[in-house]
C-alpha cells in the first residue's frame, strides 16, 4: 500500500500568464505558493484483476476504459497500470469549485503514488509536467500549467512559462521567521459560491489576445512581487496583490460579480490591504492580506463566511507510507 500526500495551493499573482496562448508569445510568471491543506491518494494491489476507483462515488470495473474518473484514468494510463490496482482519494477540503487547485494536485498525487506502486520514482518536473500532459493535451482541459508545478515542487515558488514549453521553478527566498510572518498575514474565507472552473476559463482563455496587455502588467506584478517577498516588503506585496485582482477582473465577465465585491470591499474596510479571490474566480476561496492587528475586524466584517486558517508548506507531492508485504 502506498500513501502520498500532495498540497493544495494559493496562487498570488500572474495567473492566466500560464496559458499556452500567452506564452507562446511573452514568458509567463507566476508566484504561488503550496499550504497545509492536502489531497491524499492511496494505491494497492488487489487479488482480482478489476480495477476499483474510490472518491465521492465508488467505482469497479474490468476495463481502464471503463473508469469514469478521468484524472485516474489518465493517470493510470500513463503509467501503464491497467488492472489489479485498488486507488482512493481523499482531501482535507471539498475539492469541487474552491480554487485551491485541487485537480491538478489529485493528478500529481495520483501519478506520485502510481509509479512508486511500480517501484519506480519520478522528480517534480516529471511528475509535473506528465500532470500538464494529462489535464491539457489528453483532456483538452482549458487551464494553465501552474498548478501542476507547485503541486508537485512545494513550496513558494517564481515559476516561469518559456515560449518552447519549457518551465522554470525558483525558490523564493524567505528565511523561515519571516515565511511565518508572511503566513500570520493571510486569511482565506469560503465564499460560500461553487462554479465550474472551466466556464470562467473558457472565456479567459478566448479573450488571450484582446486582454494580452493586461496579461503583460499582471507577469510584471508576478515580477516585483517576488523582488518585494525577498526584501521582506510584505505590505507592499500585499498592495501589489490588490493590483492584480484588479487586473485579473478585466480577464473574463465571471471572474468576479456583485457578491464577491461587495465581500472584498468589506474586508477591505476592515484592514485588509489586498487579496483576490483564489484560482479562475467566480467563487471559492477569498485570500486577503491583513495586518495581524486588524484581522478580528476583517473577521467580523465577513461573519458570514467560513474562514480556513492554514499555513505555507514547503514540500511538494510526496510518499507519506509505503507498506510492501
Given at each position: 500500500m502506498?500513501?502520498?500526500?500532495?498540497?493544495?495551493?494559493?496562487?498570488?499573482?500572474?495567473?492566466?500568464?500560464?496559458?499556452?496562448?500567452?506564452?507562446?508569445?511573452?514568458?509567463?510568471?507566476?508566484?504561488?505558493?503550496?499550504?497545509?491543506?492536502?489531497?491524499?491518494?492511496?494505491?494497492?494491489?488487489?487479488?482480482?484483476?478489476?480495477?476499483?476507483?474510490?472518491?465521492?462515488?465508488?467505482?469497479?470495473v474490468d476495463q481502464l476504459d471503463d473508469v469514469q474518473h478521468e484524472l485516474v484514468r489518465e493517470a493510470l494510463r500513463k503509467t501503464g497500470i491497467t488492472r489489479k490496482v485498488e486507488i482512493s482519494t481523499m482531501g482535507d477540503i471539498p475539492s469541487a469549485g474552491t480554487g485551491l487547485g485541487s485537480s491538478s494536485t489529485v493528478t500529481v498525487g495520483a501519478l506520485n503514488a502510481m509509479y512508486q506502486h511500480l517501484g519506480e520514482v519520478r522528480d517534480a518536473a516529471t511528475l509535473a509536467r506528465e500532470a500538464c500532459e494529462i489535464e491539457i493535451d489528453t483532456l483538452g482541459k482549458p487551464i494553465g500549467k501552474q498548478d501542476q508545478y507547485i503541486a508537485?515542487?512545494?513550496?513558494?515558488?517564481?515559476?516561469?512559462?518559456?515560449?518552447?514549453?519549457?518551465?522554470?521553478?525558483?525558490?523564493?527566498?524567505?528565511?523561515?521567521?519571516?515565511?511565518?510572518?508572511?503566513?500570520?498575514?493571510?486569511?482565506?474565507?469560503?465564499?460560500?459560491?461553487?462554479?465550474?472552473?472551466?466556464?470562467?476559463?473558457?472565456?479567459?482563455?478566448?479573450?488571450?489576445?484582446?486582454?494580452?496587455?493586461?496579461?503583460?502588467?499582471?507577469?510584471?506584478?508576478?515580477?516585483?512581487?517576488?523582488?518585494?517577498?525577498?526584501?521582506?516588503?510584505?505590505?507592499?506585496?500585499?498592495?501589489?496583490?490588490?493590483?492584480?485582482?484588479?487586473?485579473?477582473?478585466?480577464?473574463?465577465s465571471r471572474i468576479s460579480n456583485g457578491r464577491i465585491d461587495a465581500m472584498y470591499e468589506a474586508a477591505r474596510r476592515a484592514g485588509a490591504i489586498g487579496g483576490k479571490i483564489s484560482g479562475a474566480g467566480g467563487g471559492g476561496f477569498l485570500l486577503l492580506y491583513c495586518p495581524v492587528e486588524r484581522q478580528v475586524d476583517v473577521r467580523q466584517a465577513l461573519a458570514s463566511l467560513q474562514e480556513l486558517p492554514f499555513a505555507l508548506e514547503r514540500d511538494g507531492s510526496k510518499v507519506i507510507f509505503n507498506y510492501r508485504r
Open positions: 502506498i500513501i502520498t500526500q500532495t498540497p493544495l495551493r494559493i496562487s498570488f499573482l500572474g495567473g492566466g500568464t500560464d496559458f499556452h496562448g500567452f506564452y507562446e508569445q511573452e514568458e509567463g510568471c507566476v508566484v504561488s505558493s503550496t499550504i497545509d491543506k492536502y489531497i491524499f491518494v492511496i494505491i494497492k494491489e488487489r487479488f482480482d484483476d478489476k480495477i476499483r476507483v474510490g472518491y465521492t462515488r465508488t467505482e469497479m508537485a515542487h512545494g513550496g513558494l515558488r517564481f515559476i516561469c512559462f518559456k515560449p518552447d514549453g519549457t518551465v522554470t521553478v525558483e525558490k523564493v527566498v524567505l528565511p523561515d521567521a519571516a515565511r511565518r510572518r508572511l503566513s500570520e498575514h493571510l486569511m482565506l474565507f469560503y465564499t460560500g459560491i461553487t462554479r465550474s472552473s472551466s466556464t470562467v476559463l473558457e472565456e479567459q482563455v478566448d479573450n488571450i489576445h484582446d486582454r494580452f496587455e493586461t496579461l503583460c502588467r499582471m507577469k510584471e506584478l508576478a515580477v516585483q512581487a517576488k523582488e518585494c517577498l525577498e526584501r521582506q516588503a510584505f505590505d507592499e506585496f500585499a498592495g501589489l496583490l490588490h493590483q492584480g485582482w484588479e487586473y485579473k477582473k478585466q480577464l473574463a
